[in-house]
């Protein structure tokens, strides 16, 4: 099976997410979980906003309005089939790296996000999805290979995942801590070069 990096990223956020919500689950379950339902993942909904003359003009011409409001569109980021069940369940590399830097990192990585949270936000209230995008953006940020994926890359497909499994307020939520990490860390590295 051949992945991208924002792939097997997506992959390893969703693996996070469900080791959250099911502990006992081991990351090859939940990678062959996933592979198995690529085309739930695939499905996504896309509808045009109408104004109210388009809607009277709709009304007068008696077209059903879920089908002059949109029509669902496929986005296919996972371009591969699954893994047939005689073939070897292999996990690529980057997802292996993402999530055992994650597990072997994770008290920086989540004290990283604690010291970049505003208000009266912690750790401890984050929704497990929100809480899964960040530590993948951390690890890339803080610990990843900047040559493979810079951390403005990092933050951008933390973006990207959080507008596709998330609302409009965590997307902007987890821009702001991330982008504060990346100025933290591009400082830090600034003062250690000079």
Same mark, same amino acid.
């Given at each position: 099976?051949?992945?991208?990096?924002?792939?097997?990223? #997506?992959?390893? +956020?969703?693996?996070?997410?469900?080791?959250?919500? +099911? !502990?006992?689950?081991? %990351? @090859?379950?939940?990678?062959?979980?996933?592979?198995a339902?690529?085309g739930?993942?695939?499905?996504?909904?896309?509808?045009?906003?109408?104004?109210?003359?388009?809607?009277?003009?709709?009304?007068?011409?008696g077209? !059903?309005?879920?089908k002059?409001?949109? @029509?669902? %569109?496929t986005? %296919?980021?996972?371009?591969?089939?699954?893994?047939?069940?005689?073939?070897?369940?292999?996990? !690529?590399? $980057? $997802?292996?790296?993402?999530?055992?830097? *994650?597990?072997?990192?994770? @008290?920086?990585?989540?004290?990283a996000?604690?010291d970049? *949270?505003?208000?009266?936000?912690?750790?401890?209230?984050?929704?497990?999805?929100?809480?899964?995008?960040?530590?993948?953006? +951390?690890?890339?940020?803080? $610990?990843?290979?900047?040559?493979?994926? !810079?951390?403005?890359?990092?933050?951008? @497909?933390?973006?990207?995942?959080?507008?596709?499994y998330?609302?409009?307020?965590?997307?902007?939520? *987890?821009?702001? +801590?991330?982008?504060?990490?990346?100025?933290t860390?591009?400082? %830090?590295?600034? #003062? #250690?070069?000079?």
């Amino acid at each position: 099976m051949n992945l991208g990096l924002s792939q097997i990223r #997506e992959l390893a +956020v969703l693996t996070l997410y469900q080791e959250a919500m +099911v !502990p006992e689950s081991t %990351k @090859e379950e939940s990678f062959a979980y996933l592979l198995a339902n690529l085309g739930d993942l695939e499905d996504q909904l896309s509808y045009e906003e109408i104004d109210q003359e388009q809607l009277d003009q709709l009304k007068n011409q008696g077209l !059903p309005l879920e089908k002059s409001q949109g @029509e669902m %569109k496929t986005n %296919k980021r996972f371009k591969q089939a699954p893994v047939s069940e005689d073939e070897e369940l292999s996990l !690529p590399s $980057y $997802y292996q790296e993402l999530l055992d830097g *994650i597990a072997s990192h994770q @008290e920086s990585i989540d004290q990283a996000i604690e010291d970049h *949270i505003q208000g009266k936000w912690s750790l401890n209230r984050l929704e497990a999805m929100n809480l899964a995008i960040l530590r993948v953006g +951390v690890y890339e940020i803080l $610990y990843g290979d900047h040559d493979r994926v !810079p951390g403005v890359v990092a933050v951008d @497909e933390a973006i990207h995942l959080a507008r596709r499994y998330s609302d409009e307020a965590s997307r902007r939520f *987890i821009n702001g +801590v991330l982008s504060s990490i990346l100025a933290t860390a591009e400082d %830090k590295q600034s #003062e #250690e070069n000079h």
